[in-house]
Nanobody, 119 residues
Framework: QEQLVESGGGSVQAGGSLRLSCASSTRWYCMGWFRQAPGKEREGVASIDSSGGTIYADSVKGRFAISRDKAKNTLYLQMNSLKPEDTAMYYC????????????????WGQGTQVTVSS
């Protein structure tokens, strides 16, 4: 059974950085990062396909970078210049066939890792 295990979340001050990791038991063609803040819908943050094609939410462009290590079956999200509005539970997802921020295109989800940014 596919497992996606996120790590790297934590509490930081505004302007700080974190790197999230997602370990997978399968080498997926396409994976993504999502986040969900209390009382809000889950939103796509970034996605990457096997050829390295990426897509980002406008709110994180220039600050976040998605990458993957295919040999390790691991997905990363480097988050810089963090803002309080980035506070959310961050989820790794897999199963898309092209880089997309739409939740319906993903079949597998991790349990999430909490990111809290204080002002």
């Amino acid at each position: 059974q596919e497992q996606l295990v996120e790590s790297g979340g934590g509490s930081v001050q505004a302007g700080g950085s974190l790197r999230l990791s997602c370990a997978s038991s399968t080498r997926w063609y396409c994976m993504g990062w999502f986040r969900q803040a209390p009382g809000k819908e889950r939103e796509g943050v970034a996605s990457i396909d096997s050829s390295g094609g990426t897509i980002y939410a406008d709110s994180v462009k220039g600050r976040f970078a998605i990458s993957r290590d295919k040999a390790k079956n691991t997905l990363y999200l480097q988050m810089n210049s963090l803002k309080p509005e980035d506070t959310a539970m961050y989820y790794c997802a897999a199963g898309c066939i092209y880089a997309t921020r739409h939740t319906a295109n993903y079949n597998y989800w991790g349990q999430g890792t909490q990111v809290t940014v204080s002002s």
